[in-house]
């Protein structure tokens, strides 16, 4: 089994930054890669960006070029640093691990402000 837990979500004005951290325990050996969903109110669930064990990237179009995925391999934990925040990227950020099957965290709230 595997655990994750998001944290770093708060209340930012737009054009502002936010880190978000995903710290993952148990059977850490098992995960193939990480990375964050996102979901705004009244939409489905969006995939954001996923990094692998290779540390290879990508990036929903929607956040290339203003938000990084990184990993901290010492600290079993997967960071999504978000600059340029827009309105539209208030949402709630789940962060996920691939392994013998797909882990899930609670999520983290990112609400953008005017």
């Known amino acids: 089994q595997v655990q994750v837990v998001e944290s770093g979500g708060g209340l930012v004005q737009a054009g502002g930054s936010l880190r978000l951290s995903c710290a993952a325990s148990?059977?850490?050996?098992?995960?193939?890669?990480m990375g964050w969903y996102r979901q705004a109110p009244g939409k489905q669930r969006e995939w954001v960006a996923t990094?692998?064990?290779?540390?290879?990237?990508n990036y929903a179009d929607s956040v290339k070029g203003r938000f990084t995925i990184s990993r901290n391999n010492a600290k079993n934990t997967v960071y999504l640093q978000m600059n340029s925040l827009k309105l539209e990227d208030t949402a709630v950020y789940y962060c996920?691990?691939?392994?013998?099957?797909?882990?899930w965290g609670q999520g983290t709230q990112v609400t953008v402000s005017s």
């Open positions: 996920f691990a691939v392994g013998w099957r797909d882990y």
């Open positions: 148990g059977s850490i050996f098992s995960i193939n890669s």
């Open positions: 990094i692998t064990s290779s540390n290879a990237t």
